[in-house]
């Protein structure tokens, strides 16, 4: 099985834009949960989707949003961005919301100047 | 307040030295405990969960162990491919988000 997919990879970006990041699950699975890992933060929650309706959120200002779509894929968006949000942004998805194992994908770096 | 706390934050071992890394947890209920291990500039790459007190699992040159409190990740005999960021979650009975630790750096040095 093919496994987690973020596009891009890598993102440079000026401060006060917006960005959209992709994220496609492994096949089959309908949960998807989107992460910020920063060095001095570690992995900070954003937020959970499944089957389309977002789950879980984690605090983080609005600025920070997203969406899935009816085949799993899910992308966030971040806009007015900040210096601050320059960090390695993670997807992992996994079959259930429940106990089922996170699979992550690996990741899109953004940098914000 | 659910909580884990991974130590030590760094552990530096010769190639051969047999430790343990520890992850200490707070939680009302487990569902599950979760380690991973996560090379610089990748996503965490899922190793073991454990789901009750007492279970332990086997991979390689890692096995990790569970009690009511806390879960050890043992590395026998490491090599210098062994050495990542070692990330610890646990997911509550009431919750479906995990909840992570800092990480451990672990370097082999050859």
């Known amino acids: 099985k093919a496994g987690v997919t973020q596009t891009p990879r890598y993102l440079i970006k000026t401060r006060g834009q917006q960005v959209t990041l992709s994220c496609s699950p492994i096949s089959g699975h309908r949960s998807v949960s989107w992460y910020q890992q920063t060095p001095g933060q570690g992995l900070q929650f954003l937020f959970e989707y499944f089957s389309e309706t977002q789950r879980n959120k984690g605090n983080f200002p609005g600025r920070f949003s997203g969406r899935q779509f009816s085949n799993s894929r899910s992308e966030m968006n971040v806009s007015t961005l900040e210096l601050g949000d320059s960090a390695l942004y993670l997807c992992?998805?996994?079959?259930?919301?429940?106990?089922?194992?996170?699979?992550f994908g690996p990741g899109t770096r953004l940098t914000v100047l | 307040e659910d909580q884990v706390t991974q130590s030590p934050e760094a552990l530096r071992l010769q190639e051969g030295e047999s430790s343990s890394l520890n992850c200490s947890y707070t939680v009302s209920g487990l569902r599950g405990l979760f380690w991973y291990r996560q090379d610089p500039g990748k996503g965490p790459e899922f190793l073991f969960t454990l789901y009750s007190a007492g279970e332990e699992k086997e991979k390689e040159r890692l096995k990790a162990t569970l009690t009511k409190k806390e879960s050890f990740l043992h590395i026998t005999a490491p090599k210098p491919e062994d050495s990542a960021t070692y990330l610890c979650?646990?997911?509550?009975?009431?919750?479906?988000?995990?909840?992570w630790g800092a990480g451990t750096k672990l370097i082999i040095k050859p």
């Open positions: 992992a998805s996994s079959s259930t919301t429940r106990t089922d194992t996170q699979y």
């Open positions: 979650a646990v997911q509550a009975d009431s919750n479906y988000q995990l909840i």
